[in-house]
């Protein structure tokens, strides 16, 4: 009887079957991309696939998945070794590989010995398992068709790396782009709803995204601006791009992609989200994906809304469009850049990511809006992508020159830069400097009466403040008076950002009801706003210019009076805050140089372009812990060993672990009162459709937000038993926590407003 020796579990799929699904992939990637590589990688991608799963032939392993699949309760027979240890001693020995340079056979045996990250094996351990439990089942071992093997070898165990007192790999960057392509092949295969790596780059209508884009230019009756003819006469090269507001970088950076495959990132999630859906529907390029950490619940919403609309023709489920998006398959995918490079902290499992960049093209957006870390970790990136013969562009508003010399320091290849691109909107600021500890807010009263006023802080709990204060001075009724900042569930900041977009849009049709609006940070690069004024807490210069990006946005100012009034109040400022303190001195003294003035922002002359080079252009910032703190991060990321961190840790490193989900008791009364989590436990505990059930969960996460844990400053901000999972609400593993504080939330006049979770002076929560 043949013995069946099994991949995966569900569905069962045979070792013979999954190599199969495996190589048919990698056939189709290489007819796609003939031309990426020399024949000799081709082929070692070609044996990398072939013997990456032999390992499984392990009789403990197939009997632990027998008992899976014949629904029973699995138990290890032995300690067994994973399978990917074990896959190389199937190779032949090297000098049977006769077509394979010794270098060559190295990487092949690391990136196959490597492709899953398991707890480490002794090598002494692993020969003898090989001898005592592979070998008995080698006749049995047989892949009709693909390979035949008489026996095992295990001298490739002298040529591992990574581990104490090994050689290092011979060529990294050839190993990363094998163990790279290897760990996608796998992947895709595994997830069988993909036979192509990489999707096609043409949209139903059969154009690639620099056509698409170059039809929606043509279709508004624009004629290509200065920077959009730049990023399209130098797409094969690496670029970095200073463009103004309204200038059309957006549209730039995808003529600059033409017809390759390309990451789009920025820095937040809400952005990300507006650019998706801006390329998907309105410049009607399809074939987009969505990659962040709540990409799942965004692509359920768009394909419930398809749904509903019977003109749309649904091609996809979510489920599909996600698995698409994870497994990088799309031509172009928009997404965080914690999502495809974290490979710079060089953990098992990050390749993939580098070996697709390393034949992609990389869009970083804004990325002055990135803290030292993450700039450190984006440059050590860069460094890997362009030393593997990827292409990267740079496209911000305001681009620090200081990274110029970090960017040389870490050995990134060459870069053009460029001009400044400016916008028709030459003049657009007026600047006054304040002196004190809060706004005069019966002014800001006054001019509310007639204009529309933006108050940005740099705090929820100076938001709140402000917002009591203001109340306070006797705004009449007809006056909006409105406040956004985190601490709002989702479902409420929804409504409210909608209510501050219908309040102020940049837009021809924009209304011109007065009012006032108070908010953090959150609004500097998420919300396409245009105030009439703006009351502005002091802050970093980048910060402080998308602060005033949000007034007179696509409107020339020619008035007398400020539209801009700057506070020094240094709140949020210093080593444990959110501002750098070297960072706010010198764009203090950049403000005060410039205040009463007119800001020019044309070829001609450009303030603000003057002001970025007074903070980031001089001695004084190399002497500033920002820059300090870039150059040790990339200097550590530079000498970090391979594999000496793992997956989970890299990962970690990009979340809050501070941070902590939580319902507002008021909140969770109201639903229970009406029902709903009754409902909601229901599905949850007897719906078998695992898509009704992610549903409700999408939903409950409406009526969340995150605060910090240790955040101190919260009205009964306590959680109860929040370290105990035994108490996370609606089910195991939710990592929600009901939270004791005061929650405040209304409609009024048809608007959404509120004061959010309430906090207490003192707090650094944006």
């Known amino acids: 009887m043949k013995i069946e020796f099994w991949a995966k579990t569900n569905p069962p799929q045979t070792v013979q079957e999954h190599t199969k699904d495996a190589l048919d992939i990698y056939e189709r990637f290489r007819n796609q991309h003939r031309n990426l590589f020399d024949d000799a990688f081709w082929m070692l991608l070609r044996l990398a696939v072939l013997y990456h799963d032999c390992g499984k032939a392990d009789f ?43 270098e060559d056979y190295a990487i092949l045996v690391n990136a196959i010995f490597y492709h899953h990250a398991r707890p480490e094996v002794e090598i002494s351990r692993l020969s003898q398992y090989i001898r005592d439990v592979l070998d008995p089942v080698l006749d049995d071992f047989q892949m009709d068709g693909l ?95 200073t463009a103004a507001t309204g200038s059309g970088k957006t549209e730039a950076a995808l003529l600059w992609i033409k017809d390759c495959k390309a990451f789009y990132t920025l820095p937040l999630k809400v952005s990300i989200n507006a650019i998706y859906d801006r390329i998907v529907k309105d410049i009607n390029y399809d074939p987009t994906g969505l990659l962040h950490s709540d990409a799942q619940r965004v692509y359920r919403e768009t394909w419930s809304e398809a749904k509903m609309d019977t003109s749309d023709e649904i091609v996809e489920s979510p489920e599909l469009q996600y698995e698409s998006a994870r497994l990088l398959a799309y031509p172009l995918t928009v997404c965080t850049v914690d999502q495809i490079l974290d490979f710079a902290y060089k953990y098992n499992g990050g390749e993939a990511a580098a070996a697709t960049l390393s034949y992609s093209k990389l869009v970083i957006d804004e990325i002055q809006m990135y803290s030292p870390n993450m700039v450190a970790t984006i440059l050590t990136a860069l460094k ?116 501050i977009l219908n309040f102020a849009p940049n837009s021809e049709s924009r209304p011109s009801e007065p009012g006032i609006w108070i908010s953090t940070q959150i609004v500097e690069a998420s919300l396409d706003l245009d105030f009439d004024v703006l009351f502005t807490e002091m802050c970093g210069i980048d910060s402080l210019f998308q602060r005033m990006g949000r007034v007179f946005r696509s409107r020339i100012y020619s008035g007398a009076e400020p539209n801009v009034y700057i506070l020094d109040n240094r709140n949020g400022v210093g080593k444990k805050s959110i501002i750098d303190s070297d960072v706010y001195r010198l764009s203090l003294a950049a403000v005060t140089k410039m205040k009463g003035k007119l800001l020019e922002e044309s070829d001609e002359q450009d303030d603000k372009q003057d002001m970025i080079s007074m903070v980031y252009g001089g001695e004084e910032i190399i002497d500033s812990e920002y820059y300090r703190s870039i150059k040790q991060k990339t200097e550590m990321l530079c000498r970090l060993p391979m594999y000496a961190t793992d997956k989970a ?17 008021q909140i969770y009364d109201e639903l229970e009162e009406s029902g709903t989590i009754k409902g909601w436990r229901h599905v949850l505990t007897n719906s078998k459709s695992s ?44 990592r929600i926590f009901l939270h004791y504080g005061e929650y405040d939330y209304k409609i009024a006049g048809g608007k959404a407003t509120g004061r959010g979770l309430i906090r207490a002076l003192g707090s650094n929560i944006l």
Do not use: W
């Open 384 to 499: 890997t992508i362009t030393d593997m013969g990827g292409r990267f562009a740079i496209i911000t508003a305001t681009f620090p020159p200081i990274l110029f010399k970090l960017m040389h320091d870490v050995g990134i290849g060459s870069f053009e830069q460029s001009v400044v691109f400016h916008s028709e909107y030459t003049h657009r600021h007026r600047i006054s400097l304040l002196e004190g500890q809060e706004f005069d807010f019966e002014k800001i009263v006054e001019i509310a009466k007639h204009k529309k006023v933006l108050v940005l802080v740099n705090t929820v709990k100076q938001a709140q403040f402000a917002y009591e204060k203001i109340v306070s001075c006797n705004a009449t009724d007809d006056q909006s008076v409105g406040i956004l900042h985190a601490s709002f569930i989702r479902i409420h900041r929804k409504e409210i950002e909608k209510s």
């Open 649 to 665: 840790e890299v990962k970690s490193m990009f979340r809050d672990i501070d941070a902590k989900t939580v319902m507002p008791k």
């Open 60 to 102: 403990s392993f197939r009997k632990y998945l027998d008992d899976i699949i014949n629904g029973l309760k699995p138990s290890k027979q032995g300690n067994f070794i994973h399978h990917n240890y074990l896959s190389p001693a199937f190779l032949p020995k090297h000098a049977q590989l006769h077509e394979i340079s010794d």
């Open 691 to 734: 898509e009704e059930k992610q549903s409700v969960r999408d939903e409950i996460m409406e009526y969340t937000l995150s605060i910090s844990h240790y955040c101190k400053d919260i009205k009964l901000g306590l959680m109860k038993n929040v370290s105990d999972p035994n108490n996370e609400l609606f089910y195991k593993g939710s």
């Open 147 to 241: 390979l035949e093997i008489d026996k095992l070898n295990t001298k490739f165990m002298s040529r591992i790396a990574f581990r104490a007192g090994s050689d290092p790999i011979p060529n990294q960057i050839r190993y990363i782009l094998l163990k790279g392509l290897l760990n996608r092949i796998d992947y895709a295969a595994s997830a069988g709803i993909l036979r192509d790596l990489d999707l096609p780059i043409f949209d139903k209508a059969g154009r690639n995204v620099y056509e698409a884009t170059a039809c929606y230019i043509n279709s508004k009756g624009y004629k290509k601006r200065a920077v959009q003819r730049y990023m399209e006469e130098n797409a094969d090269k690496n670029v970095i791009v």
